[in-house]
């Protein structure tokens, strides 16, 4: 089974732009969440999609929002890039909602100049 | 408020030492923890789930819900096991899985 996977693996953009990444979940796959991990503050969690639907959201301003399509493929936007938005950006897909395993992918090194 | 809390950003230790990662959880349900671990230029992988009870290359990690605690434990070291390690929690009804901030263990020689 394939794994998840990530695309762009390294982007650079410049301030004000902005970035979608893309993830496809292993197959079978309903629910996919996006982290935000930096050095400093460890894996933050961004958001939740399961069936098409946002189920849970954190911390994180509105720039920053995410689909989900009807083959699981998820996508997350990053409007109006800050310097301090430069993170791997890590995608993960588990067969259910709440209570299991999750895996990732690689990931997506976004570089904000 | 659901939190996770590693509270050694790095811990350092000689091979043949025996090695406790510590994680406290705090979560009004019933919790799901794991461990994650994140090998250098590798993916992040579970290492193990409280519920399998299993022993994952010699890692242990027991449940304690009176001090809400899931310390992660081995005996004896070894330099392969130089990571950063992941405690996670989940629970019921759709609700997330959140990270604490990650210990990186060092393994010495």
């Known amino acids: 089974k394939a794994g998840v996977t990530q695309t762009p693996r390294y982007l650079i953009k410049t301030r004000g732009q902005q970035v979608t990444l893309s993830c496809s979940p292993i197959?079978?796959?309903?629910?996919v969440s996006w982290y935000q991990q930096t050095p400093g503050q460890g894996l933050q969690f961004l958001f939740e999609y399961f069936s098409e639907t946002q189920r849970n959201k954190g911390n994180f301003p509105g720039r920053f929002s995410g689909r989900q399509f009807s083959n699981s493929r998820s996508e997350m936007n990053v409007s109006t890039l800050e310097l301090g938005d430069s993170a791997l950006y890590l995608c993960?897909?588990?067969?259910?909602?709440?209570?299991?395993?999750?895996?990732f992918g690689e990931g997506s090194w976004l570089t904000v100049v | 408020a659901q939190r996770v809390t590693q509270p050694e950003k790095l811990l350092s230790v000689f091979k043949g030492a025996p090695v406790e990662l510590k994680c406290n959880y705090s979560y009004s349900g019933s919790p799901e923890l794991f461990w994650y671990v994140q090998y250098s230029r590798q993916r992040l992988q579970l290492l193990l789930r409280?519920?399998s009870r299993e022993s994952i290359k010699g890692f242990t990690a027991d449940l304690n819900k009176g001090e809400t605690s899931f310390h992660l434990k081995k005996p004896f070291a070894q330099e392969e096991d130089s990571a950063m390690y992941y405690c996670a929690l989940s629970g019921t009804g759709g609700f997330k899985t959140i990270f604490g901030a990650g210990t990186r263990l060092f393994v010495k020689a």
């Open positions: 409280h519920i």
């Open positions: 197959s079978g796959h309903r629910s």
């Open positions: 993960a897909s588990s067969p259910t909602s709440s209570g299991n395993t999750i895996y």
